[in-house]
T-cell receptor, first 111, second 111 residues
């Protein structure tokens, strides 16, 4: 069955480290998204992509980057992790329909 | 720009009682509206969505929501709460291919 997966599911790192969170979908969707979920803020859009080699900044993109070298993957990189980036991160994908499919989430702790 | 406001970050109901979760949105164009549910330690699942047509939308698990353009609202209801409804609920509005989420409402169900 088609699905969307995220790895790792949990990560603890130190401030200043580079961290990459993986997102992989097997639906062949063109659109992929990264959100962070924080208490009191709901989900906020970090970056999104509408296709291979396309990337766009979302509401809270500072300190994050993404790359889209193929349809299936949209890795999210924290160049220099900060404690403010401790959060739960969700990846999502969609096609031309209005529904987004979400991954299970990655819980990141930055000490 | 669009935004979503969920009134009440926590709602507690008795088993068998009505569940009412409030959502108001702002949008300069006709919106697509969604309710997602998140169970503990899981990703987001789509409960229901409104795109066009009938303003009363039925979703999974006995939930329904009504789009009221004059009130810019999309409140979620369920006539009789079940213990399994304990979760966090997110309202979202979609413009183009981007989703904006409310801050979420946590529902607890009392026996």
């Amino acid at each position: 069955d088609a699905e969307i997966t995220q790895s790792p599911r949990h990560k603890i790192t130190e401030t200043g480290r580079q961290v990459t969170l993986a997102c992989h979908q097997t639906w062949n969707h063109n659109n992929m998204f990264w959100y962070r979920q924080d208490l009191g803020h709901g989900l906020r859009l970090i970056h999104y992509s509408y296709g291979v080699h396309d990337t766009n900044k979302g509401e809270v993109s500072d300190g994050y980057s993404v790359s889209r070298s193929n349809t299936e993957d949209l890795p999210l990189t924290l160049e220099s992790a900060a404690s403010s980036q401790t959060s739960v991160y969700f990846c999502a994908s969609s096609e031309s329909s209005s529904r987004q499919f979400f991954g299970p989430g990655t819980r990141l702790t930055v000490l | 720009a669009q935004s979503v406001t969920q009134l009440g970050s926590h709602v507690s109901v008795s088993e068998g009682a009505l569940v009412l979760l409030r959502c108001n949105y702002s949008s300069s164009v006709p919106p697509y509206l969604f309710w997602y549910v998140q169970y503990p330690n899981q990703g987001l699942q789509l409960l229901l969505k409104y795109t066009t047509g009938a303003t009363l939308v039925k979703g999974i698990n006995g939930f329904e929501a009504e789009f009221k353009k004059s009130e810019t609202s999309f409140h979620l209801t369920k006539p009789s709460a079940h213990m399994s409804d304990a979760a966090e609920y997110f309202c979202a509005v979609r413009i183009a291919r981007e989703l904006s989420f409310g801050a979420g409402t946590t529902v607890t169900v009392r026996a």
